[in-house]
């Protein structure tokens, strides 16, 4: 390796005495742990550098730390600082199990050249009285003159155009961070007046509430009406030039309302189209509203509607800039939503684009500008942990964009979409540490307790002899294995790849899992239990889920789809085909029984024969019969589950509770109720329950918090 105090790889350099990386000669935040990392990689460019290594030198031995996750949290910033990407790297290649290998090759600056021995002196017209004399010598001296004068003026001004152009500005940062609510209760979207921050919150119904923007107690807003008043997130935005908030009232496609604030008097319904989500112009005339595929703009009252332009996919977060020149919005990919991104338009319609287009491996969403539009903050989420970015809106003296966005934030708490304070000093969030706690249900005692030392999983699976238990962390989405007593822990997985859902083989050598890369659909894969590469089964075109092993292991069941299921597909692993399952279209969520005779599936909710209240209804497939039977039917089933022995089928509510029925019965029994604090932890899907191999009850409560904090941010 070069030992010089600058080095170079790609477009790259690092400056070892300041600690700092550049990209070309633009600073790139990268510092404390990651920067040592990158750091050391350099030492042994092309060779392997073991985590072990790694560990002996950047985390003490006698340092109370998870290695493991400061390692990969260390790893995937030095990632996004290069630009880097996992499963085609440039920079960073990972060694699973092993290490990591920087590539490109590492150079120095080029030493300066020596001045030369000699000059070639050129000849000296003669001086003195012998030399000749010109009428013309005068008037083209003063001539050649005055052109130098001009050239070097002019190459002057280029340099001075071109050092003040690459000046970078000092970055924006967070000074201070103020918690200014402590309920701990689930919180929406959050706006301002200056003084209040409006936000709905789960309390346990969900209402509008405030709080000072100096922090304090939470209040409620005057009683909504109803569909204001329903179980939704309704707050959307405020208009200073109004004093109103802007509502919506319902679940998905809803109606738009104005609240007037701070009296909180009746609100009012605006026009009569429904929205997905809205948004002020900044001069309070006009609304910005989107649609499936569509982006609206109506008047203040919410007459004149007309489409305003035509997408692929859901807009949500629509942001005009202050002088209403582009519109900025985060795209969700339609249908499932599966990724979302940053696009801008221009005022009038035209030039739509992704603004950050090379961001492949973030979801990026949720912008607004600083009052003075020099500022564009926004929320992206890696690996399910949401950051803070500021970008400086002002533009190079030629035509460049100053800087790159920089990251204001960095764990340990994730933050929901930001909001500018009046004065732009301050940036309003909802920060939360998202965590979980094991419970399992005690039948002897009827009462929970912390199952696996309360750690913060999903989507746990046994293998046949309950020796051993895979599962997903939460928040994170990676994939381990253990046994139950938590010995022999094992990592299967790493960033950017979440996953979902793994199931053992019954033979206990392999995992089936769903996992969804950045940009990708929810694809199912198959792994050996021991660790190793993923081996994607089928292709990732389509949202793929619940994977089911069969009794002698050579095939696997799965669903596709969800709000709108397709089919039941089974996958042979001997010939590689994919089959559907006769008369499936339309079931979901499917498993297979013990002993390989039927499989079940759900369908959507759907309303009874009896009764208009929506109900859902569990299908029987019987293998030997090749035919569909109704089992049962309840106001909601998830995450159904057979006993070991088959004999039962156990699935949980959306009210909260443990249910169990008899295989060829139609008698459903309670078997827990969930009655302790916290609600059922959200994972990628919903909340997640299962049973433990003793059949008894296991779900992850939410032991996350959420609270509402201001941060003072220097924005130079």
């Known amino acids: 390796m070069p030992t010089n105090d600058i080095l170079r790889f790609g477009n790259f350099e690092i400056d070892l005495p300041s600690g700092e990386l550049r990209r070309?000669?633009?600073?790139?935040?990268?510092t404390g742990q990651p920067f040592q990392v990158l750091v050391t990689l350099l030492e042994k460019p092309g060779q392997v550098v073991t985590r072990e290594e790694l560990h002996q030198k950047l985390w003490a031995q006698d340092t109370f730390v998870d290695f493991e996750?400061?390692?990969?949290?260390?790893?995937?910033?030095?990632?996004?600082?290069l630009g880097d990407d996992a499963d085609n790297p440039r920079f960073i290649e990972t060694l699973p199990r092993r290490g990591y290998r920087f590539l490109p090759p590492i150079t120095a600056p080029a030493e300066p050249e020596a001045p030369a021995a000699q000059q070639a002196i050129p000849p000296q017209p003669p001086?003195?009285?012998?030399?000749?004399?010109?009428n013309t010598a005068q008037p083209r001296s003063r001539s050649r003159l005055w052109l130098s004068a001009i050239s070097v003026a002019a190459l002057v001004l280029v340099l001075v155009l071109l050092a003040i152009n690459s000046?970078?500005?000092?970055p924006p940062r967070v000074l201070r961070y103020t918690q200014l609510t402590h309920d701990g209760l689930q919180k929406g979207r959050l706006a301002t007046d200056g003084s209040r921050i409006y936000f709905d919150e789960q309390s346990p119904r969900r209402i509008v509430a405030q709080v000072s923007v100096k922090g304090g107690a939470v209040t409620s807003l005057a009683a909504l009406p109803n569909p204001i008043g329903s179980d939704n997130s309704p707050v959307l935005g405020y208009s200073p030039a109004r004093s109103e908030l802007l509502l919506r009232g319902g679940i998905d496609l809803s109606p738009l309302w104005a609240l007037s604030v701070p009296g909180g008097s009746a609100p009012r319904r605006l026009g009569d189209f429904l929205v997905e989500d809205a948004a002020w112009s900044p001069d309070g005339q006009s609304i910005v509203y989107s649609k499936i595929n569509e982006l609206d703009t109506a008047k203040a009252d919410g007459s004149e509607p007309r489409k305003f332009a035509a997408l692929n996919g859901t807009p949500l977060y629509p942001r005009w800039s202050p002088d209403r020149k582009v519109l900025r919005f985060t795209l969700g990919k339609y249908p499932n939503n599966l990724r979302t991104s940053l696009w801008e338009i221009s005022s009038d319609g035209s030039n739509l684009h992704p603004l950050f287009p090379d961001w492949?491996?973030?979801?990026?969403?949720?912008?607004?500008?600083?009052?003075?539009g020099r500022y564009f903050i926004f929320r992206s989420v890696r690996n399910g942990s949401g950051s803070i970015y500021a970008m400086r809106e002002r533009k190079g003296l030629l035509g460049r964009r100053v800087s790159e966005p920089i990251e204001l934030t960095s764990g340990p708490l994730s933050f929901s979409v930001p909001v500018s304070s009046m004065d732009g000093k301050q940036i309003f969030v909802d920060g939360f540490l998202d965590r979980g706690e094991l419970m399992r249900y005690d039948q002897q005692r009827r009462a929970w307790a912390r199952y696996l030392s309360g750690i913060s999983a999903a989507d746990l699976d046994f293998s046949r002899d309950g020796e051993w238990v895979t599962y997903t962390l939460v928040p994170e989405g990676t994939l381990w294995r253990s046994r139950v007593d938590g010995s022999e822990r094992l990592q299967l997985t790493i960033p950017p790849l979440r996953t979902s859902m793994p199931r053992w083989s019954p033979d206990g050598k392999n995992i089936v899992?769903?996992?969804?890369?950045p940009g990708g659909a929810w694809t199912i894969y198959l792994l050996p239990a021991d660790g190793g590469t993923p081996e994607a089964l089928v292709p990732d075109n389509h949202l793929q889920q619940d994977p089911n092993w069969s009794l002698d292991g050579t095939r696997i069941v799965y669903g596709e789809g969800n709000s709108s299921p397709t089919a039941i597909h089974v996958f042979d692993l001997r010939s590689h085909r994919v089959s559907d399952l006769p008369e499936s279209k339309g079931l979901f969520s499917p498993r297979w029984s013990p002993d390989g005779r039927f499989i079940v599936a759900m369908t959507a909710l759907m309303p009874p024969d009896s009764s208009e209240t929506p109900a859902m209804r569990l299908m029987l497939f019987d293998l030997s019969r090749q035919k569909w039977q109704e089992w049962f039917q309840a106001p909601s089933i998830a995450y159904p589950a057979f006993s070991r022995s088959g004999k039962y089928l156990y699935f949980s509510d959306s009210s909260a509770g443990f249910y169990r029925v008899r295989l060829g019965d139609k008698k459903v029994e309670r078997v827990a109720a969930i009655d302790v604090p916290g609600e059922m932890k959200m994972d990628d899907f919903w909340y997640w329950t299962g049973l433990a191999p003793d059949d008894s009850p296991v779900f992850l409560r939410d032991a996350s918090?959420?609270?509402?904090?201001?941060?003072?941010v220097d924005f130079p």
């Not at 390692?71 to 030095?78: C, D, E, W």
């Not at 003195?128 to 004399?133: K, L, S, T």
Request: hydrophobic share 35%.
């Open 167 to 170: 000046i970078q500005p000092k």
């Open 705 to 712: 918090t959420r609270e509402i904090y201001a941060l003072d």
């Open 127 to 134: 001086t003195g009285p012998e030399a000749p004399v010109s």
């Open 69 to 81: 996750h400061g390692l990969n949290k260390a790893i995937n910033k030095v990632r996004d600082a």
């Open 360 to 372: 492949l491996s973030r979801e990026d969403e949720g912008g607004s500008w600083t009052p003075d």
């Open 24 to 30: 070309g000669g633009l600073k790139v935040k990268l």
């Open 513 to 517: 899992f769903v996992g969804l890369k």
